[in-house]
């Protein structure tokens, strides 16, 4: 099994910053993907960015330029910077683990940005 931990949301103005943190512990080797998803009242769960463990990176068209994912393998820890916040970035953010054909997620944490 992979425990995944996230935490650093909250509340946010728009424009403001906010840095999410996931450590990951437990079975880790051979995790390939992690990712962050995120999920906002009435819509369905999505795929926000996602980073290999040769840190190839990947994101929604939304948070492009805007977002960065990046981990840090010694630390198995992934964490996603966000820019330049918008209301429409307001979600439940989501840690996620892949090893094999197994997802592992966290708990979420609660980003909220106000207009």
């Known amino acids: 099994q992979v425990q995944l931990v996230e935490s650093g949301g909250g509340l946010v103005q728009a424009g403001g910053s906010l840095r999410l943190s996931c450590a990951a512990s437990?079975?880790?080797?051979?995790?390939?993907?992690m990712a962050w998803y995120r999920q906002a009242p009435d819509k369905q769960r999505e795929l926000v960015a996602s980073?290999?463990?040769?840190?190839?990176?990947n994101y929604v068209d939304s948070v492009k330029g805007r977002f960065t994912i990046s981990r840090d393998n010694a630390k198995n820890t992934v964490y996603l910077q966000m820019n330049s916040l918008k209301p429409d970035d307001t979600a439940v953010y989501y840690c996620?683990?892949?090893?094999?054909?197994?997802?592992?997620w966290g708990q979420g944490t609660q980003v909220s940005v106000s207009s």
């Open positions: 437990g079975s880790i080797f051979g995790i390939n993907v």
């Open positions: 980073i290999t463990s040769d840190r190839r990176t």
């Open positions: 996620n683990a892949v090893r094999g054909a197994n997802y592992y």
